[in-house]
């Protein structure tokens, strides 16, 4: 009797609060039992809100009923547990929303510990137990939980797919096989798998490699940046040196002009005033004569006039003197003349190395310098997607395709006024700069134009401004029947047969700049090897009414 109810009612031996087995059990007065301390601790919460409830049915009451011990469900409970009665799972094994749950499970499901991949089943551990006991499971095929066992039936039939079709590379169940992949390549699942399998292992053993020689490079470039940072920081040292023993030598020669200065004019100052002392006894003396002079010319006696005239009337000859030619101002203009000539030749002199400095912290790299690529798949690899920039483009310009093609029209384009535009040359620059490594084709049809990079601040008006006629900017000019390049209003005639489309490669840290005839194979005409300090930008020139020159799209 009693092991019947503990079949047909197990589930009321279980608190609702704490989904165990009863302990202490107390019954209130709608009947529901529930754990003494369990009940207790909800109406201690519910004390807040003035309510008394049960957490089942919500009945509520007032006053809060008396908690007394159901002493025959408490006996109840205890025979049960000898009788084989379980305490509920602990709250962790039941499945949550991210776990896959026991199909088997009525009720709260438990998480499902392995899938049959033969049943299409999720099994709990107690579930799972025949899987494991009974030789008819023997051969089913347990996996870990998975949510995606419908993703093993067809979907046309309902049925477990276990073939494998190579013609069409899917999975398949045997009614496939006679319909729709009748006389298709197909093999089992299992026997698929074992080469799959195979090949993985290889895949494996090639991606751990590449990883092998990944964290090889890993660690070179690491050491390379220690390099790096150990260079930089030498050459910011001796660099501060350098300048700090500079600033020291301009001090010193700061102050050998100021005590030069100084000395000279203390000298100048001295001989000035002993001049001027020697001048001030002349005057007194001068004054002494000119006193008894004067006295002597009111001598009434004649005699003694005439004997004491001559020793009065001799004057002693007067102090050699330069003649002076007071110019304040100007007694030193000579020596701060010569040190503003020198502050303006160490200017130009800075501003010259500062240039060499500059481009020689340019030039650093850490990395190997690339050899340029040979075929025109390995310059494919460099591809880069160009558009023209229609702020840039010539009036007389229409831009169509995307902004990739360019054609000279007999009437002038309505683009709003820009800074940025040719008014000269029927030219156009690119909106994208160019920077690393890029490659990238121009089509054209036997048109009289060519093909440039070029620096953003090219001017955009008068003759300097045209590709090629400044030191801003490269071109291959293409006109008939030949190939002429220009750079700096210099130009190189490349005597080569025309085709139909330009490739342009550039490796702007390396300094180089190549244009190559693209046909069947890739025919250097020219290379340049220079310092671009700037980001470059693609330009395209236009001659002749209806002529049209476009960048290729590249794939």
Known sequence: MAQRGIQMDQEKFFCSICLDLLKDPVTIPCGHSFCMNCIRSYWEEQD????????????????RPALMKNTMLADLVEELKKTGLQAAPADHCYAGPEDVACDFCTGRKLKAVKSCLQCLVSYCEQHLRPHYDS???????????????????????????????????????????????????????????????????ASRQQIQQRIQDREKEVKLLQQGVEAVNHSADEAVK???????????LIEKRSSDVKQQIRSKQQSEVSRVKELQEKLKQEITELRRKDAELEHLSHTNDHIQFLNNYPSLSQISEPTDSPSINIHPLQYFEDATAAVSEVRDKLQDILSDVWTKISLAVTSVDVFLPQAEPKSREEFLQYSCQITLDPNTAHTRLLLSDGNRKATVMTKMQLYPQHPDRFTVTQQVMSRESLTGRCYWEVKHNMFKGSVAVTYKDISRTGYESQFGNNNRSWVLECPSNSYTFSHNNISTSIPSPQSSKIGVYLDHHAGILSFYSVSDTMTLLHRVQTTFTQPLYAGLTVYGYEKSVELCELK
């Not at 023997?138 to 797919?161: F, G, R, T, W, Y």
């Open 135 to 201: 030789p008819a499971f023997e051969k089913h095929k347990l996996v870990d939980p998975s949510k995606k066992l419908q993703h093993n039936i067809c979907s046309a039939h309902d049925e477990v797919m276990k073939i494998f079709c190579r013609t069409d590379q899917q999975c398949i169940c045997y009614l496939c096989s006679m319909d729709e992949h009748k006389g298709h390549d197909t093999v089992s699942a299992s026997a698929e798998r074992t080469k799959k399998q195979g090949e993985l292992g």
């Open 48 to 63: 807040q809100k003035k309510i008394c409830s049960c957490p089942q049915c919500r009945q509520t009451f007032q006053p």
């Open 238 to 248: 001796k660099s501060e040196k350098i300048f700090t023993e500079l600033v020291h």
